[in-house]
């Protein structure tokens, strides 16, 4: 058993993948390619988002949005305390100051009121700018809560989506509800492809602008007229060609992750805390995520068992010594000690998650 299974969804749709990838390498346009706008125009389609910009990573992706509003030193920028490193490491990068904020137990996701009270007690040098939520573990972070607290404080919303895509409040998709929503084309991620990518999504056509001269060395209207600095950062025709495929069929997979969540949960509820979605939400499902006494333990055991887990994440952003923080955030530290991810992909199996599952509930009926 692998912890994420990305060769049987590849065997699924060989055929039409080889295909896409033969027409490239026939038509030779390797970098910006015409299977780079029709996968931006099939993302808008998905999403309906107004504007979608590949990009050459998630990472470059959150970068490339902080940039868009001038974002950088003497600037700072509330985000969760619990997600990849990178989601604080753009803020960083650019010189700008992030200050972490408590996460919701039971979604994983910033918690609003947390949220709002950080920015009401701040009274640190740098200026608030923007809120970098994460949909974590694919979803959706409490937008409704979140959006009236960025419009109060005259903050800019960047929505974290790298772990996001497919994972709805109502009818609205990820990748719309920020300002700037940003993803990653990791081939772990809900939607990934076969190397780098990411791309960043937009309501405003001036932002939208914006971003593809910043992708694209601060480009101007002429080929080699630079009006800003920007950044070298592309999506590849070839991973552009794969995910054109891949969006095809995204939304029966994450029916069959949720078949998959809703029989992991069904399966462990007694013996864990398991993963909450709100009502009205979709999750995607990046990861499914139990909240354990003695996780190291259980990790331990399931490897023994040849299961496979994660742990998603052992340290909160802030306790990460490249940043610097002395804010003590009691519930993302917490989660960083209980939680871990266990095996999903729409590929998985009934009866690999009961194995799994019976696993975890034997080990919980010995140790009580
Ligand atoms: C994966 C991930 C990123 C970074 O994406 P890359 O494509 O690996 O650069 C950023 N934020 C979150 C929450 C992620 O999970």
Request: net charge negative; hydrophobic share 35%; charged share 20%.
């Amino acid at each position: 058993m692998e912890f994420i299974d990305l060769k049987s969804q590849y065997l699924s749709i060989k055929e039409a993948i080889n295909q896409r990838i033969q027409t490239v390498l026939h038509h030779g346009q390797y970098i910006n390619g015409p299977e780079v706008s029709e996968l931006e125009e099939a993302l808008c389609n998905y999403t309906k988002a107004k504007h979608c910009i590949t990009c050459g990573n998630g990472t470059d992706a959150l970068q490339l949005a902080l940039m868009a509003y001038d974002i950088g030193p003497g600037d700072a920028v509330f985000t969760t305390s619990f997600s990849f490193f990178a989601t604080a490491e753009a803020i960083g990068l650019l010189g700008a100051t992030p200050v972490f904020v408590d996460i919701d137990p039971n979604t994983y996701n910033i918690c609003p009121n947390s949220l709002s009270n950080t920015l009401l007690n701040y009274n640190g040098n740098a200026t608030p700018r923007a809120i970098i939520t994460v949909d974590l573990f694919g979803l959706p972070a409490d937008y409704p809560a979140i959006k009236p607290i960025a419009d109060e404080f005259g903050l800019k919303m960047i929505e974290d989506a790298a772990q996001g895509m497919g994972g709805k409040i109502g009818d609205d998709y990820a990748g719309t509800f920020g300002d700037i929503s940003t993803t990653s084309f990791f081939p772990a991620k809900p939607l990934g492809c076969y190397g780098d990518g990411g791309a960043l999504f937009t309501p405003h056509e001036d932002i939208a602008d914006k971003l593809r001269s910043l992708k694209n060395h601060g480009k101007g209207t002429h080929k080699y007229e630079h009006i800003r600095i920007g950044m070298n950062s592309r999506l590849d025709t070839i991973q552009a060609a794969v995910l054109i495929e891949k969006l095809k069929i995204l939304e029966s997979e994450i029916e069959k992750r949720n078949n998959i969540a809703a029989l992991y949960s069904q399966r462990l509820s007694d013996v864990a805390q398991i993963p909450t979605v709100p009502e009205n939400y979709r999750s995607s499902w990046a990861q499914f995520t139990l909240g354990v006494h003695n996780r190291d333990k259980l990790q331990e055991e399931l490897a023994k068992a040849r299961i496979p887990s994660q742990v998603y994440y052992p340290a909160p952003l802030h306790r990460q010594t490249a940043m610097q923080s002395n804010q003590i955030l009691v519930r993302s530290e917490r989660a960083s000690q209980t939680a871990i991810s266990l095996p999903i992909t729409a590929y998985t199996s009934p009866d690999t998650i009961e194995l799994i599952t019976s696993s975890i509930i034997k080990r919980h009926h010995i140790q009580g």
